[in-house]
Every structure is written in structure tokens, then in C-alpha cells.
């Protein structure tokens, strides 16, 4: 129960982190009346457009961050990004502050080495091997003993962003610089993971309400540099593969607890599933929920963090995504191609509205439905390639 947005019965909700995914968790969240209040790192965040105040801040300067929580005192604190000084999360907590789904998942998941340590050593999790670096040297060590190929990436980055492959001892210095460079932290220490030989990789959407646990169909991705290009539900798992990949969901998600809806990250390889990492809210391959289900992803992060139940959800039609992403920095750009990607049939885009491009930075997402997953992954490719980043010089 709560009064209009701007009235002194409002529920309250603030957004640490403003990108596209937290630009549609506060459309879903204006629809049921909440108040929205958006904070990020620089000026007209995407979800900056669409919420009732917004604040530029950086998120890692744990004072300031603390004296905007507590100027404005939020009913809600939902953290949308990875770099935050989640350690004021935790300390509000304790003083009574609502931190989505927990201050202790946030910190945790910002973190590779918590969530890692988390899932294997304290829940037993079938991971990658993993050893961790603090300099150039140990990063040659630990990569000595992991073994070539393996993968290197930054403790507190997202999209890929820092991380990369190396595949032998001789590239071990490229790596740590692309880390260094990536990483959006300042501390600087490093994961270093055996490479596993996935089929396929998926991302299993886990919602925690008051009703219960509940999952959505297993979402396909495709992931180049780290980062996603294309996404697809249904992905079609054995009913073994399925079990085993929610018993997964079901342990880590319970143990970071809370409400909201969690994107459980997991290998699909031969000798069973493996799991990679977890995101305490919506993912970006599960935009294609929006077109896909009865309640998307969004949505059903702002119903469980409200606190309602959600008995079920329904896939309505098999669908994909496919992005956008910039290849130069810049202002001075118009999106291009709407007209012919809207021309394919049951197809939508999202222009996340991003003021500035730079090289690999998604900027837009086309959405497909179809009736079987091949013709959406094709129809929503079809419709990304026809959009463009366009620069007039
Ligand atoms: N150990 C690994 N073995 C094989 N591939 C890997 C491994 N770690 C990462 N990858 C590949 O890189 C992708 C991105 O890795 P990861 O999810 O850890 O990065 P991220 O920066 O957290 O990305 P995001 O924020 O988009 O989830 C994975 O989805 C996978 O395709
Ligand atoms: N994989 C995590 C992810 O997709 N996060 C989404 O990207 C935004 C940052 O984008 P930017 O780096 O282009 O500002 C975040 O704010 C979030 O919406
Ligand atoms: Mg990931």
C-alpha cells in the first residue's frame, strides 16, 4: 500500500546504476506508482530519462554515496551495476536500509572472489579452476599453474570489460595491461580461470518472491569479447541438464538470499553444468524476456522486490535479441535503421538513449519473436544488423 509518487505516503525506490536494464526496472517499477530516483556516474543515464529525480555520482566514493542515501532515505536501495562502495551498503543495512536482494549479495557478487569463493568452496559448486593475482608476477605464476588457455579478469568488471584469453605464457603481461586497463575499480587484482570447453552457455533467470522460488526458461547466449551479442529462449536442455542447472540456481541464489530476480550464469558442457558467475538482479541477455514472457524480467525484479508474490511465469512465444554496439567515441551520432528493423515481422528495438558511444558499447537491442528459436535468432540478427551508430563527419 502507498500513495502517489510525489505525495509523502510514496514508496520510494533508488537505482544505483542507470543503464539500460535500470532503465527498464524503473518503467516497470513507475507503472505500479513507485517513486523512482536514479543515481550513476554521469549525465542522462538511460534510466535517468525516465525516473522522477537523478543524481551524478560516483558510486565507489562510499561517503558520498552514504550522505545521498541518507538525504533522500529510499524505502528501496537496488544496486544495477557492479561497481558500487557496497561496504556503505552493508553498514545502512544494519541501520535499517532495504538493499536489494541483500547488502551482503551485492558485496558479494561486485566481487568475483566472493561470489567464487561462495560457490565453490562454501557451497561446493562445479567451477572452473581459479586462482587469484595481485601483480604481474603472481599473474605469471597462476597462470603456470592453471595451465594455457585460460581466462583473466579484473575482481570488479562487467561486459567483459578487462578480460581476456591467454593462451600461452608469452601473453601473460597483454593480459594483466588489459586488466589494468578494464578494471573499474582501483584496486587491482585479478581471477585467473581454466578455460572450460562449453556446448553452450546460458543464463537461468531465478526469481525469489514471497510466494517461493520460481525459474524461467533457460535463455541461449552468445558472448564475443566478453560480452553479449545475442541471446535466445527457449535454450533447450535435457530434462537431466535442466534439473541440474535450477539445483545450481536454487543453492547460490539461496544463499546470497533476499527478493528480486538473480541471472544465474552457467556452462553447458559434456560433463555436465558448470557455473560461472550470478548477477543479484536483471541480466543483459534476458532482455529478451520482453518479448518472450508474460512478465519480463523487469518486471518481475520490481514485483518480488515489492514484495508481491509471483505464483508463475509464462513463456508465450520463443524469441531473441541481438545488439547494437558503437565502434567510435563520441556525441555527435544518430541511430540509424529503425525504420528498416521495424519492417520485420514481430519485431521490436530498444534505443537505450546513451549520450555518449565509444568503441563495444551497446547502444541499442533489437527484439524477435518467431515461432521456433532459429527463425527469431535470425530475424532479430537481421533487424540489429540494419541499425547503425551514424556520424554525420
Ligand atoms: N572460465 C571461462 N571459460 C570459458 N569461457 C569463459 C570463462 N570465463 C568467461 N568466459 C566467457 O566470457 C564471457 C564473460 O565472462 P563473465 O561473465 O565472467 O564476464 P563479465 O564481465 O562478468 O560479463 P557480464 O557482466 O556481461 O556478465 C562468458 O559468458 C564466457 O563466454
Ligand atoms: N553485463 C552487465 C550489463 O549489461 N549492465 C548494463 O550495462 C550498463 C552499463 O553500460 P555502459 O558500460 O555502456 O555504461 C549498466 O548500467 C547495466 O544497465
Ligand atoms: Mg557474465
Not at 61 to 73: F, P, R, T, V, Y
Not at 169 to 178: F, K, L, R, Y
Not at 338 to 344: F, P
Not at 368 to 379: L, M
Request: proline share 5%.
Amino acid at each position: 500500500m502507498w500513495g502517489a509518487p510525489v505525495s509523502k505516503y510514496a514508496k520510494s525506490m533508488m537505482l544505483l546504476g542507470g543503464g539500460e536494464l535500470g532503465k527498464e526496472v524503473v518503467i516497470e517499477a513507475q507503472r505500479l506508482g513507485v517513486r523512482t530516483i536514479v543515481v550513476d556516474r554521469y549525465e542522462n543515464a538511460p534510466a535517468m530519462g525516465v525516473a522522477h529525480e537523478s543524481f551524478v555520482l560516483d558510486m565507489l566514493d562510499g561517503e558520498a554515496l552514504k550522505s545521498l542515501i541518507l538525504q533522500i532515505s529510499p524505502d528501496l536501495i537496488v544496486p544495477e551495476i557492479e561497481a558500487i562502495a557496497t561496504s556503505v551498503l552493508v553498514e545502512l543495512e544494519k541501520n535499517g536500509f532495504k538493499v536489494i536482494p541483500t547488502a551482503t549479495a551485492a558485496l558479494l557478487t561486485m566481487d568475483r572472489e566472493g561470489i567464487r569463493r561462495l560457490a565453490s568452496e562454501e557451497l561446493g559448486l562445479p567451477t572452473a579452476r581459479y586462482l587469484f593475482a595481485n601483480s604481474l608476477e603472481e599473474l605469471e605464476a597462476a597462470v603456470a599453474e592453471i595451465g594455457a588457455p585460460c581466462v583473466i579478469k579484473p575482481l570488479m568488471s562487467s561486459s567483459g570489460k578487462g578480460q581476456s584469453v591467454c593462451r600461452r605464457q608469452e601473453d601473460v603481461a597483454s593480459c594483466w595491461n588489459t586488466a589494468l586497463e578494464g578494471a573499474r575499480a582501483k584496486k587491482m587484482r585479478v581471477i585467473v580461470e581454466s578455460f572450460v570447453p562449453f556446448v553452450s552457455e546460458i543464463t537461468l533467470l531465478t526469481v525469489r518472491s514471497a510466494y517461493g522460488t520460481i525459474f524461467c526458461p533457460p535463455i541461449g547466449h552468445i558472448q564475443k569479447d566478453g560480452d553479449y551479442v545475442e541471446s535466445w529462449q527457449p535454450h533447450f536442455l535435457s530434462p537431466e541438464q535442466l534439473s541440474e542447472a535450477e539445483s545450481i540456481a536454487k543453492k547460490i541464489t539461496d544463499a546470497l538470499g533476499g527478493y528480486g530476480l538473480f541471472g544465474v550464469e552457467l556452462f553447458v558442457t559434456t560433463g555436465g553444468i558448470v557455473f560461472s558467475e550470478v548477477s543479484p538482479r536483471p541480466h543483459d541477455t534476458g532482455m529478451v524476456t520482453m518479448v518472450t514472457q508474460d512478465m519480463s524480467e523487469f518486471a518481475l525484479h520490481v514485483r518480488a522486490i515489492l514484495g508481491f508474490p509471483i505464483p508463475s511465469v509464462q513463456l508465450l512465444t520463443p524469441g531473441a535479441s541481438a545488439t547494437l554496439k558503437a565502434d567510435r567515441e563520441g556525441e555527435d551520432f544518430q541511430i540509424s535503421g529503425m525504420n528498416e528493423a521495424l519492417s520485420l515481422p514481430r519485431t521490436q528495438i530498444r534505443v537505450f538513449g546513451k549520450p555518449l558511444s565509444k568503441p563495444g558499447r551497446r547502444m541499442a537491442v533489437a527484439l524477435s519473436a518467431a515461432d521456433d528459436v532459429e527463425t527469431a535468432r535470425s530475424r532479430a540478427k537481421q533487424a540489429a544488423n540494419l541499425l547503425k551508430v551514424d556520424w554525420s563527419n
